[in-house]
């Protein structure tokens, strides 16, 4: 696993409207605030490492925290022990706590390795953490220039993906040669870094997208096959895709003799709710 340096992220990955609870009677007494049925909720995230949440308590203050989680065999989880407490004053917008949450849990996903694809450069970083069910939903969170971040969620895999290569994509352009970009207040990298940077990054979409897009594709083919559409049988698939039914059929082959493909199919056709999630979860 690659191993983040914060040296370029701890102050932006700070919470910004909330501060820090350090004294022992203060955390107790917030713990005993959040969770009872009277806290509202405000903003939450979750990976299959930990957990962030922000909550707003009845003293009108809101509480945001972080824990680990534990995973067990049927596909719950159980919350650990709140590691770290922030506060806000009451008043705060819903708006500014969620970009708190935000910071804290990239923050947690990059130290925890949750995140199961990250680049950037520096302070500009895009990452994919998905949820503690397994990659089927995601979020992808980027950092911005200015210091804003940004969150989105993907309902598939491909849409993560696909999500994280555009911004990776997007934050190379930034550092490329395009008129916009030599005109952009973007801290730019020095000298001959520069295109090695916009390079870098734009190889990391790529190939992100394009090992994504191969699973997806095989993942769709088989349950395809098993499935025949009436509708559109495979020989209209490939007229229709601009290709021969002889490469599509080698393809959809060759996707039903990957013993992971044919495991997560298994488990969806079982119907066993606990099965597929712990299926997703570790594939």
């Known amino acids: 696993m690659t191993r983040v340096d914060f040296r370029y992220l701890a102050d932006l990955l700070t919470p910004r409207h909330a501060a820090t609870v350090d004294d022992p009677a203060e955390r107790n007494r917030l713990a005993g605030l959040v969770d009872t049925g009277t806290s509202e909720y405000i903003a939450g995230f979750i990976s299959q490492a930990g957990r962030v949440l922000g909550e707003a308590v009845k003293s009108g ?4 925290y972080e824990s680990d989680i534990t995973l067990d065999a049927d596909g719950g989880w159980e919350p650990g022990t709140p590691s770290r407490m922030w506060i ?9 706590v969620f970009d708190d949450a935000a910071r804290v849990f990239l ?11 990250f680049c950037g450069w520096r302070d500009r970083v895009v990452a994919i953490v998905p949820e503690e069910v397994g990659p089927k939903e995601s979020k992808i969170i980027r950092t911005l220039a200015g ?3 940004e969150v989105v969620h993907t309902y598939t895999v491909l849409d993560a993906y696909g999500t994280y290569a555009r911004w990776v994509t997007d934050l190379a352009l930034e550092y490329g040669s395009a008129d916009e970009a030599i005109a952009s207040d973007t801290p730019r990298p020095p000298g001959m870094a520069q295109s090695v940077v916009s390079a870098w990054l734009m190889r990391e979409a790529g ?4 090992q994504q897009a191969r699973h997806s594709l095989k993942f769709g083919l088989a349950g395809y096959a098993r499935v025949p559409s009436e ?4 020989a209209e698939l490939a007229r ?3 290709t021969d039914r002889a490469n599509l059929t080698k393809v959809i082959k060759a996707a039903e003799k990957d013993a992971r493909i044919t495991g997560i199919l298994d488990a969806i056709a079982s119907g066993d709710t606990d ?5 997703l979860r570790n594939g």
């Open 61 to 64: 203050e809101t509480v945001l």
């Open 88 to 96: 806000a004053t009451a008043g705060t917008r819903r708006e500014d």
């Open 107 to 117: 923050a947690q996903s990059l130290r925890t390795g949750a995140a199961s694809q």
């Open 147 to 149: 210091g804003g971040i």
């Open 207 to 210: 190939e992100a997208q394009l």
């Open 231 to 234: 509708e559109l049988p495979i």
């Open 240 to 242: 229709s895709l601009y």
């Open 275 to 279: 099965r597929i999630i712990t299926t």
